[in-house]
């Protein structure tokens, strides 16, 4: 399950889309394999620090303009990309009409160069730890498949002992991590 990506952009809306997220964990979980499903998609998010979008652009805005901007800044080709790599710090960054920053780094896959990120500590982004993102998304999962409240602990250290193999948490603080994840996440339900 994963959006239509237009080549050659390369992007893990796992990792790094919040209304994709949001609303792929919703589909999955009206799926009779769903939870299966979901845990394979865990395992792309991988292990550390992301950046995730919530802003107003839709996918195929961003990209849309990415394009234009890429295009005009000779970077579109893979040689021209190349190119302007090597002579920056591996990366581009570009603002978009949202006032949202994205990094554009070279795409190990065929067909997709341009492998974007959204910049850290961006406008309409946030910061976040791996495992943080996981356990809001298995709660996500449960809450739209049984209706189990986001930030319910004891369900939520459930989620991690048993799926992600996590330590369970003592408290779950609003100001912070998945707490503060949840509560941004209730808002959008």
């Known amino acids: 399950m994963l959006p239509p ?12 889309w919040e209304p994709w997220q949001l609303s792929a964990t919703r589909a999955l979980a009206e799926q009779e394999n769903g939870l299966a499903s979901l845990l394979q998609h865990l395992k792309t998010i991988g292990g550390s620090l992301m950046d995730v979008y919530h802003g107003p652009l839709s996918f195929q805005e961003c990209t849309a303009e990415l394009s234009h901007v890429l295009q005009s800044d000779a970077c579109w080709e893979p040689d021209e990309l190349k190119l302007r790599l090597q002579t920056s710090k591996g990366y581009l960054e570009y603002s978009l009409s949202d006032a949202a920053v994205w990094v554009v780094r070279w795409g190990e896959i065929q067909g997709r160069h341009l492998h974007l990120h959204p910049g850290r500590y961006s406008r309409h982004t946030y910061r976040v730890k791996a495992h943080t993102l996981k356990t809001a998304l298995l709660a996500l999962y449960f809450h739209y498949q049984e209706g189990v409240p986001l930030q319910h602990l004891d369900q939520l250290n459930q989620l991690r002992t048993r799926y992600l193999d996590l330590s369970p948490m003592r408290k779950l603080y609003q100001e912070k991590g998945l707490g503060m994840l949840l509560q941004h996440w209730e808002g959008k339900l």
Do not use: D
Request: glycine content about 0%; hydrophobic content about 50%.
């Open 5 to 16: 990506i237009p080549e050659p952009f390369l992007l893990n809306v796992w990792k790094h």
